[in-house]
Nanobody, 121 residues
Framework: QVQLVESGGGLVQAGGSLTLSCAAS????????MGWFRQAPGKEREFVAY????????HYSDSVKGRFTISRDNAKNTVYLQMFSLAPEDTAEYYC??????????????WGQGTQVTVSS
């Protein structure tokens, strides 16, 4: 049974930083690209970042490029999302996802339950 468990969300002031983690189990982690998506109330789920299985390539949405960093540790079956210079518009439920191909579309094979990030102004 595949499980993706996010952690690290919380309440932070604008300009602050947070690091999200996503621990994977039940799959051969190194064979999967990993992505982060987010969904704010009343909005569709949107792509944030993804990283290829090897960690060699990453891709970010324009809204987070230069502020967020995705990374992975295949020895720990974990993917991270470091978030800096957070703004109120970053407030959302953040989800990690695993897919054999990856990409910016939310058509991933597996999803976590999400972790809430709230940025106060």
């Amino acid at each position: 049974q595949v499980q993706l468990v996010e952690s690290g969300g919380g309440l932070v002031q604008a300009g602050g930083s947070l690091t999200l983690s996503c621990a994977a189990s039940g799959l051969t982690f190194k064979n999967y690209a990993m992505g982060w998506f987010r969904q704010a109330p009343g909005k569709e789920r949107e792509f944030v970042a993804y990283i290829t299985w090897s960690g060699t390539n990453t891709h970010y949405s324009d809204s987070v490029k230069g502020r967020f960093t995705i990374s992975r540790d295949n020895a720990k079956n974990t993917v991270y999302l470091q978030m800096f210079s957070l703004a109120p518009e970053d407030t959302a439920e953040y989800y990690c996802a695993a897919d054999t191909i990856g990409g910016t579309s939310p058509h991933y094979d597996y999803w976590g339950q999400g972790t809430q990030v709230t940025v106060s102004s």
